[in-house]
Protein backbone atom coordinates (compact mmCIF):
# COMPACT_ATOMS: atom_id res chain seq x y z
CA UNK A 1 0.00 0.00 0.00
CA UNK A 2 1.01 3.65 -0.71
CA UNK A 3 2.45 5.84 1.81
CA UNK A 4 -0.45 7.34 4.01
CA UNK A 5 1.18 9.02 6.60
CA UNK A 6 -0.06 12.68 5.93
CA UNK A 7 -3.74 11.34 5.17
CA UNK A 8 -6.75 11.28 7.26
CA UNK A 9 -8.00 7.65 7.27
CA UNK A 10 -11.82 7.89 7.72
CA UNK A 11 -13.30 4.38 8.61
CA UNK A 12 -16.57 3.71 6.94
CA UNK A 13 -18.18 4.74 4.05
CA UNK A 14 -21.53 5.29 5.98
CA UNK A 15 -23.05 8.70 5.96
CA UNK A 16 -20.48 10.72 8.10
CA UNK A 17 -17.78 8.85 6.41
CA UNK A 18 -18.65 9.72 2.68
CA UNK A 19 -19.72 13.64 4.35
CA UNK A 20 -16.29 14.18 5.79
CA UNK A 21 -14.78 12.80 2.69
CA UNK A 22 -16.31 15.29 0.55
CA UNK A 23 -15.46 18.26 2.50
CA UNK A 24 -12.02 17.18 2.99
CA UNK A 25 -11.32 16.45 -0.71
CA UNK A 26 -13.24 19.69 -1.11
CA UNK A 27 -10.52 21.49 0.74
CA UNK A 28 -7.81 19.52 -0.61
CA UNK A 29 -6.75 17.74 2.44
CA UNK A 30 -5.36 14.37 1.95
CA UNK A 31 -7.72 11.58 2.94
CA UNK A 32 -8.63 8.02 2.10
CA UNK A 33 -11.85 5.72 3.19
CA UNK A 34 -11.56 2.27 4.34
CA UNK A 35 -15.48 0.33 3.79
CA UNK A 36 -16.06 -3.33 5.13
CA UNK A 37 -19.00 -4.08 2.60
CA UNK A 38 -18.09 -4.68 -1.09
CA UNK A 39 -20.80 -2.40 -1.90
CA UNK A 40 -24.33 -0.43 -0.96
CA UNK A 41 -27.18 -2.32 0.53
CA UNK A 42 -30.41 -1.41 1.25
CA UNK A 43 -31.93 -3.50 4.00
CA UNK A 44 -35.63 -2.01 3.22
CA UNK A 45 -34.49 1.18 4.52
CA UNK A 46 -36.05 4.83 3.64
CA UNK A 47 -34.54 8.03 5.15
CA UNK A 48 -35.62 10.95 6.31
CA UNK A 49 -34.02 14.23 6.39
CA UNK A 50 -34.66 17.48 7.55
CA UNK A 51 -33.91 20.84 7.11
CA UNK A 52 -30.57 21.03 9.53
CA UNK A 53 -29.35 17.64 7.36
CA UNK A 54 -30.18 19.17 4.24
CA UNK A 55 -28.21 22.35 4.71
CA UNK A 56 -25.36 20.35 5.14
CA UNK A 57 -26.53 18.42 2.24
CA UNK A 58 -26.50 22.14 0.42
CA UNK A 59 -23.34 22.81 1.54
CA UNK A 60 -21.87 19.86 0.25
CA UNK A 61 -23.55 20.81 -3.30
CA UNK A 62 -25.84 17.61 -3.50
CA UNK A 63 -29.29 19.23 -2.23
CA UNK A 64 -30.53 19.68 -5.49
CA UNK A 65 -29.12 16.33 -6.77
CA UNK A 66 -30.53 14.04 -3.73
CA UNK A 67 -33.75 16.23 -3.88
CA UNK A 68 -34.33 15.60 -7.77
CA UNK A 69 -34.38 11.77 -7.01
CA UNK A 70 -36.78 11.91 -3.62
CA UNK A 71 -39.28 13.51 -2.50
CA UNK A 72 -40.79 16.52 -0.62
CA UNK A 73 -44.01 15.16 1.02
CA UNK A 74 -46.17 18.20 1.48
CA UNK A 75 -47.86 17.07 4.64
CA UNK A 76 -47.46 14.89 8.05
CA UNK A 77 -50.79 13.71 9.24
CA UNK A 78 -50.98 12.03 12.78
CA UNK A 79 -53.45 9.52 13.07
CA UNK A 80 -54.14 7.62 16.70
CA UNK A 81 -56.32 4.54 16.56
CA UNK A 82 -56.90 4.89 12.91
CA UNK A 83 -58.51 8.22 13.72
CA UNK A 84 -56.78 11.78 12.11
CA UNK A 85 -56.10 13.98 14.78
CA UNK A 86 -53.34 16.61 12.87
CA UNK A 87 -52.13 17.63 9.83
CA UNK A 88 -49.46 19.64 9.62
CA UNK A 89 -46.94 20.87 6.86
CA UNK A 90 -43.92 18.85 6.46
CA UNK A 91 -40.60 19.95 6.02
CA UNK A 92 -38.20 17.38 5.15
CA UNK A 93 -36.89 15.20 2.28
CA UNK A 94 -37.76 11.19 2.40
CA UNK A 95 -35.59 8.67 -0.02
CA UNK A 96 -33.73 6.12 0.69
CA UNK A 97 -30.29 5.32 2.05
CA UNK A 98 -29.10 4.02 -0.65
CA UNK A 99 -30.23 7.42 -2.63
CA UNK A 100 -28.32 9.20 -0.12
CA UNK A 101 -25.09 7.55 0.00
CA UNK A 102 -25.02 6.82 -3.61
CA UNK A 103 -25.70 10.91 -4.17
CA UNK A 104 -22.48 11.05 -1.62
CA UNK A 105 -20.83 8.67 -3.13
CA UNK A 106 -20.85 9.60 -6.63
CA UNK A 107 -19.71 13.99 -5.16
CA UNK A 108 -16.68 12.06 -3.58
CA UNK A 109 -15.97 10.56 -7.08
CA UNK A 110 -16.13 13.13 -8.96
CA UNK A 111 -13.81 14.99 -6.56
CA UNK A 112 -11.37 12.37 -7.17
CA UNK A 113 -11.70 11.18 -3.71
CA UNK A 114 -9.86 7.72 -2.74
CA UNK A 115 -11.73 5.03 -1.24
CA UNK A 116 -11.07 1.44 -0.76
CA UNK A 117 -13.88 -1.08 -0.31
CA UNK A 118 -13.79 -4.66 1.03
CA UNK A 119 -11.15 -2.97 3.86
CA UNK A 120 -12.11 -3.90 6.96
CA UNK A 121 -10.39 -2.49 10.47
CA UNK A 122 -9.60 -5.10 13.04
CA UNK A 123 -6.78 -3.61 15.01
CA UNK A 124 -5.35 -0.05 15.43
CA UNK A 125 -2.67 0.95 17.78
CA UNK A 126 -3.17 4.45 18.62
CA UNK A 127 0.36 5.78 19.86
CA UNK A 128 1.79 5.36 16.17
CA UNK A 129 -1.76 5.50 14.65
CA UNK A 130 -1.33 2.36 12.63
CA UNK A 131 -4.54 0.53 11.13
CA UNK A 132 -4.49 -3.44 10.46
CA UNK A 133 -6.78 -4.65 7.99
CA UNK A 134 -8.55 -8.23 8.46
CA UNK A 135 -6.33 -9.68 5.56
CA UNK A 136 -3.51 -8.40 7.61
CA UNK A 137 -1.86 -5.19 5.85
CA UNK A 138 -1.41 -2.35 7.63
CA UNK A 139 -0.57 1.40 7.24
CA UNK A 140 0.17 4.33 9.28
CA UNK A 141 -1.43 7.27 8.73
CA UNK A 142 -1.94 11.23 10.32
CA UNK A 143 -5.33 10.60 12.32
CA UNK A 144 -8.04 8.63 12.32
CA UNK A 145 -11.69 9.28 12.07
CA UNK A 146 -14.30 6.62 13.37
CA UNK A 147 -17.54 6.46 10.37
CA UNK A 148 -17.77 2.97 11.09
CA UNK A 149 -21.07 3.24 12.46
CA UNK A 150 -23.15 1.57 15.85
CA UNK A 151 -21.01 -1.28 16.83
CA UNK A 152 -17.53 0.96 16.03
CA UNK A 153 -14.89 -1.36 16.41
CA UNK A 154 -12.35 1.71 16.08
CA UNK A 155 -13.80 2.74 19.30
CA UNK A 156 -14.00 -0.02 20.92
CA UNK A 157 -10.26 -1.32 20.30
CA UNK A 158 -8.85 2.19 21.28
CA UNK A 159 -11.06 3.67 23.95
CA UNK A 160 -10.70 2.59 27.52
CA UNK A 161 -14.28 4.32 28.11
CA UNK A 162 -16.07 2.13 25.45
CA UNK A 163 -19.37 1.72 26.44
CA UNK A 164 -20.88 -1.57 24.48
CA UNK A 165 -24.33 0.10 22.80
CA UNK A 166 -27.95 -0.75 24.91
CA UNK A 167 -30.94 -2.37 23.36
CA UNK A 168 -33.25 0.70 24.11
CA UNK A 169 -36.50 -1.09 24.42
CA UNK A 170 -37.85 -0.90 21.09
CA UNK A 171 -37.53 -2.45 17.94
CA UNK A 172 -38.44 -1.77 14.08
CA UNK A 173 -39.49 -3.49 11.09
CA UNK A 174 -38.55 -1.87 7.59
CA UNK A 175 -39.92 -2.43 4.29
CA UNK A 176 -39.94 -0.75 1.16
CA UNK A 177 -42.78 -1.37 -1.40
CA UNK A 178 -44.86 -0.15 -4.32
CA UNK A 179 -47.45 3.10 -3.76
CA UNK A 180 -48.38 6.44 -4.34
CA UNK A 181 -48.41 7.61 -1.17
CA UNK A 182 -47.40 11.18 -1.28
CA UNK A 183 -47.66 12.52 2.19
CA UNK A 184 -46.19 11.50 5.61
CA UNK A 185 -48.44 8.97 7.69
CA UNK A 186 -48.17 8.27 11.40
CA UNK A 187 -50.17 5.90 13.46
CA UNK A 188 -49.39 6.12 17.15
CA UNK A 189 -50.99 2.91 19.27
CA UNK A 190 -50.31 1.18 21.88
CA UNK A 191 -46.94 0.49 22.64
CA UNK A 192 -46.46 0.57 18.74
CA UNK A 193 -46.02 3.16 16.40
CA UNK A 194 -46.06 2.91 12.46
CA UNK A 195 -44.66 6.01 9.80
CA UNK A 196 -44.91 5.71 6.37
CA UNK A 197 -43.55 8.32 3.71
CA UNK A 198 -42.77 8.21 0.00
CA UNK A 199 -38.93 7.41 -0.77
CA UNK A 200 -39.50 7.94 -5.08
CA UNK A 201 -42.59 8.77 -7.68
CA UNK A 202 -43.57 4.84 -6.86
CA UNK A 203 -42.51 3.59 -3.37
CA UNK A 204 -43.54 4.31 0.31
CA UNK A 205 -41.27 3.05 3.13
CA UNK A 206 -42.99 1.63 6.22
CA UNK A 207 -41.48 1.94 9.64
CA UNK A 208 -42.78 0.19 12.40
CA UNK A 209 -41.38 0.81 16.06
CA UNK A 210 -42.42 -2.22 18.59
CA UNK A 211 -42.22 -1.06 22.73
CA UNK A 212 -40.57 -4.69 23.74
CA UNK A 213 -38.39 -5.70 26.91
CA UNK A 214 -37.35 -8.84 25.15
CA UNK A 215 -33.96 -7.88 24.25
CA UNK A 216 -33.10 -8.04 20.72
CA UNK A 217 -29.34 -8.42 20.78
CA UNK A 218 -28.70 -11.68 18.41
CA UNK A 219 -28.83 -9.55 15.80
CA UNK A 220 -28.91 -5.97 14.88
CA UNK A 221 -30.64 -6.07 11.77
CA UNK A 222 -32.36 -9.79 10.18
CA UNK A 223 -34.23 -10.16 7.65
CA UNK A 224 -37.73 -10.96 8.63
CA UNK A 225 -41.28 -12.49 7.04
CA UNK A 226 -44.20 -10.39 6.27
CA UNK A 227 -46.36 -12.80 8.36
CA UNK A 228 -44.62 -11.99 11.39
CA UNK A 229 -44.18 -7.85 10.72
CA UNK A 230 -48.39 -8.22 9.94
CA UNK A 231 -48.96 -9.51 13.34
CA UNK A 232 -47.68 -6.94 15.36
CA UNK A 233 -49.64 -3.72 13.93
CA UNK A 234 -53.17 -3.70 13.52
CA UNK A 235 -54.80 -4.82 10.38
CA UNK A 236 -57.09 -1.45 10.48
CA UNK A 237 -53.40 0.21 9.48
CA UNK A 238 -52.00 -2.58 7.38
CA UNK A 239 -54.98 -2.11 5.41
CA UNK A 240 -54.26 1.12 3.84
CA UNK A 241 -51.08 -0.77 2.13
CA UNK A 242 -52.15 -3.64 0.35
CA UNK A 243 -49.20 -4.19 -1.49
CA UNK A 244 -47.02 -4.67 1.24
CA UNK A 245 -48.58 -8.33 1.17
CA UNK A 246 -46.39 -9.19 -1.83
CA UNK A 247 -43.18 -8.87 0.47
CA UNK A 248 -40.63 -6.77 -1.21
CA UNK A 249 -37.98 -7.65 1.76
CA UNK A 250 -38.58 -7.09 5.44
CA UNK A 251 -35.92 -6.29 7.95
CA UNK A 252 -36.05 -6.16 11.60
CA UNK A 253 -33.64 -3.52 13.55
CA UNK A 254 -33.23 -4.18 17.17
CA UNK A 255 -32.63 -0.31 18.29
CA UNK A 256 -29.36 -0.06 20.78
CA UNK A 257 -28.20 3.47 22.11
CA UNK A 258 -25.35 4.54 23.89
CA UNK A 259 -25.94 6.40 26.89
CA UNK A 260 -24.35 9.60 28.38
CA UNK A 261 -22.07 9.96 25.84
CA UNK A 262 -19.10 11.62 27.57
CA UNK A 263 -15.94 12.20 24.64
CA UNK A 264 -16.17 12.02 20.91
CA UNK A 265 -12.14 11.52 20.36
CA UNK A 266 -9.20 9.91 21.96
CA UNK A 267 -5.87 10.62 21.41
CA UNK A 268 -5.49 10.46 16.93
CA UNK A 269 -8.70 9.62 17.18
CA UNK A 270 -12.26 11.25 16.43
CA UNK A 271 -15.68 9.59 16.68
CA UNK A 272 -18.64 10.57 14.24
CA UNK A 273 -22.01 9.29 13.73
CA UNK A 274 -23.36 6.44 15.03
CA UNK A 275 -20.12 5.57 16.19
CA UNK A 276 -19.70 8.12 18.87
CA UNK A 277 -23.41 8.67 19.60
CA UNK A 278 -26.29 6.13 18.35
CA UNK A 279 -29.73 7.38 19.27
CA UNK A 280 -33.36 6.00 19.22
CA UNK A 281 -34.92 6.76 15.42
CA UNK A 282 -38.36 9.02 16.63
CA UNK A 283 -36.83 12.29 15.11
CA UNK A 284 -35.20 10.99 12.22
CA UNK A 285 -31.56 12.67 13.28
CA UNK A 286 -29.10 10.02 13.02
CA UNK A 287 -28.45 10.51 9.85
CA UNK A 288 -28.68 14.65 10.12
CA UNK A 289 -26.23 14.29 13.21
CA UNK A 290 -24.00 12.51 11.25
CA UNK A 291 -23.88 14.98 8.46
CA UNK A 292 -23.39 18.50 10.90
CA UNK A 293 -20.33 16.29 12.70
CA UNK A 294 -18.91 15.70 9.38
CA UNK A 295 -19.20 19.10 8.58
CA UNK A 296 -17.89 20.89 11.92
CA UNK A 297 -14.97 17.89 12.11
CA UNK A 298 -14.46 18.66 8.30
CA UNK A 299 -13.72 22.37 8.74
CA UNK A 300 -12.17 22.29 11.93
CA UNK A 301 -9.25 19.15 10.87
CA UNK A 302 -8.97 22.52 7.44
CA UNK A 303 -9.08 25.36 10.52
CA UNK A 304 -6.50 23.41 12.77
CA UNK A 305 -4.63 21.62 10.43
CA UNK A 306 -1.35 22.46 12.22
CA UNK A 307 -2.96 21.31 15.50
CA UNK A 308 -5.27 18.84 15.27
CA UNK A 309 -5.60 18.05 19.41
CA UNK A 310 -7.62 21.66 19.08
CA UNK A 311 -9.34 20.83 16.18
CA UNK A 312 -10.65 17.80 18.31
CA UNK A 313 -11.17 19.90 21.62
CA UNK A 314 -13.68 22.33 19.63
CA UNK A 315 -14.93 19.46 17.67
CA UNK A 316 -16.53 18.29 21.29
CA UNK A 317 -17.28 21.61 22.36
CA UNK A 318 -19.80 22.30 19.87
CA UNK A 319 -20.89 19.19 19.33
CA UNK A 320 -21.48 17.60 22.62
CA UNK A 321 -24.31 19.71 24.21
CA UNK A 322 -26.32 19.33 21.01
CA UNK A 323 -26.02 15.44 20.85
CA UNK A 324 -27.40 15.13 24.43
CA UNK A 325 -30.16 17.19 23.86
CA UNK A 326 -31.11 15.36 20.59
CA UNK A 327 -30.50 12.11 22.04
CA UNK A 328 -33.21 12.93 25.41
CA UNK A 329 -35.50 14.38 22.67
CA UNK A 330 -35.69 11.80 20.78
CA UNK A 331 -36.09 9.24 23.67
CA UNK A 332 -39.04 11.41 24.89
CA UNK A 333 -40.89 11.30 21.57
CA UNK A 334 -40.86 7.65 21.56
CA UNK A 335 -42.49 7.41 24.80
CA UNK A 336 -45.39 9.98 23.69
CA UNK A 337 -45.90 7.90 20.42
CA UNK A 338 -46.37 4.43 22.84
CA UNK A 339 -48.68 5.78 25.50
CA UNK A 340 -50.67 2.81 26.45
CA UNK A 341 -52.81 4.45 29.04
CA UNK A 342 -55.99 5.81 27.66
CA UNK A 343 -56.13 8.97 29.97
CA UNK A 344 -52.31 10.07 28.76
CA UNK A 345 -53.42 9.10 24.90
CA UNK A 346 -56.33 11.24 25.51
CA UNK A 347 -54.35 14.40 26.61
CA UNK A 348 -51.87 13.90 24.18
CA UNK A 349 -54.13 13.55 21.03
CA UNK A 350 -55.81 16.66 22.68
CA UNK A 351 -52.49 18.71 22.68
CA UNK A 352 -51.72 17.37 19.14
CA UNK A 353 -55.25 18.19 17.94
CA UNK A 354 -55.43 21.95 19.31
CA UNK A 355 -51.55 22.98 19.79
CA UNK A 356 -48.66 23.90 18.18
CA UNK A 357 -47.09 21.36 20.23
CA UNK A 358 -45.26 18.93 17.17
CA UNK A 359 -43.73 22.12 15.50
CA UNK A 360 -43.07 23.35 18.64
CA UNK A 361 -40.90 19.87 19.39
CA UNK A 362 -39.32 20.08 16.42
CA UNK A 363 -38.62 23.17 15.96
CA UNK A 364 -35.11 23.51 18.02
CA UNK A 365 -34.00 20.30 16.11
CA UNK A 366 -34.65 21.28 12.88
CA UNK A 367 -34.07 25.28 12.73
CA UNK A 368 -30.37 24.94 13.54
CA UNK A 369 -27.72 25.75 10.49
CA UNK A 370 -24.31 24.25 11.26
CA UNK A 371 -22.95 26.06 8.24
CA UNK A 372 -23.64 29.05 10.34
CA UNK A 373 -21.52 28.11 12.97
CA UNK A 374 -19.34 30.92 14.04
CA UNK A 375 -16.80 29.47 15.45
CA UNK A 376 -15.43 27.28 12.84
C1 LIG B 1 -34.97 2.19 11.91
C2 LIG B 1 -34.08 3.36 11.69
C3 LIG B 1 -34.60 4.48 11.01
C4 LIG B 1 -33.80 5.60 10.82
N1 LIG B 1 -34.32 6.66 10.17
C5 LIG B 1 -33.60 7.80 10.08
C6 LIG B 1 -34.15 8.96 9.45
O1 LIG B 1 -35.28 8.95 8.95
N2 LIG B 1 -33.39 10.11 9.44
C7 LIG B 1 -32.14 10.15 9.99
O2 LIG B 1 -31.52 11.22 9.97
N3 LIG B 1 -31.57 9.03 10.54
C8 LIG B 1 -32.27 7.88 10.60
N4 LIG B 1 -31.72 6.77 11.16
C9 LIG B 1 -30.33 6.82 11.67
C10 LIG B 1 -29.27 6.77 10.58
O3 LIG B 1 -29.52 5.72 9.67
C11 LIG B 1 -27.89 6.59 11.20
O4 LIG B 1 -27.78 7.43 12.31
C12 LIG B 1 -26.79 6.94 10.18
O5 LIG B 1 -26.78 6.00 9.14
C13 LIG B 1 -25.44 6.99 10.87
O6 LIG B 1 -24.45 7.25 9.91
P1 LIG B 1 -22.96 6.81 10.18
O7 LIG B 1 -22.15 7.33 9.06
O8 LIG B 1 -22.58 7.16 11.55
O9 LIG B 1 -22.98 5.21 10.15
P2 LIG B 1 -23.42 4.23 9.01
O10 LIG B 1 -24.22 4.93 7.97
O11 LIG B 1 -24.00 3.05 9.70
O12 LIG B 1 -22.05 3.78 8.31
C14 LIG B 1 -21.06 3.02 8.97
C15 LIG B 1 -20.19 2.38 7.89
O13 LIG B 1 -19.02 1.85 8.47
C16 LIG B 1 -18.73 0.58 7.90
N5 LIG B 1 -17.90 -0.17 8.84
C17 LIG B 1 -18.29 -0.68 10.04
N6 LIG B 1 -17.25 -1.26 10.67
C18 LIG B 1 -16.18 -1.11 9.85
C19 LIG B 1 -14.81 -1.52 9.95
N7 LIG B 1 -14.35 -2.18 11.02
N8 LIG B 1 -13.97 -1.21 8.93
C20 LIG B 1 -14.43 -0.53 7.84
N9 LIG B 1 -15.72 -0.14 7.69
C21 LIG B 1 -16.58 -0.43 8.69
C22 LIG B 1 -20.11 -0.01 7.67
O14 LIG B 1 -20.09 -1.05 6.71
C23 LIG B 1 -20.90 1.22 7.19
O15 LIG B 1 -20.81 1.39 5.78
C24 LIG B 1 -32.46 5.61 11.31
C25 LIG B 1 -31.94 4.48 11.95
C26 LIG B 1 -32.73 3.36 12.13
C27 LIG B 1 -32.15 2.14 12.82
Not at 22 to 32: A, F, M, R, S, Y
Not at 204 to 221: D, F, G, H, P, T
Amino acid sequence: MKDYTNFIAIIGAGISGLALGIILQKKQIPCVIFEKSQKIGEHGAGISISQNGLKVLKNLDLHNEFNLQSRQPHNAIFFSSNKKIKKISANVTTSTRRTLFKSLLDKYHNLDGEIHFGNEVVDIEIENQTITFKDGKSISVKHIAACDGIKSSCQEIVSSKFNEPKYSGYYVWRTIFPSKQTNIHFHLGSNFHVVTYPVDKKRVSLVASIKSRNKQSESWKQEGSIQNLLSEIPQSITDNYPSIHNNYGVYKWGIFLRPNVKTLFDKNISYLGDAAHPIVPFLGQGACLALEDAFILGNLLDKHKNDLSLAQIKYKKLRIKRIRSIYKKSLNQGKLNHFSNPFFVFLRNLLMKYTNIISIRTRSVWSYDVTEEKDL
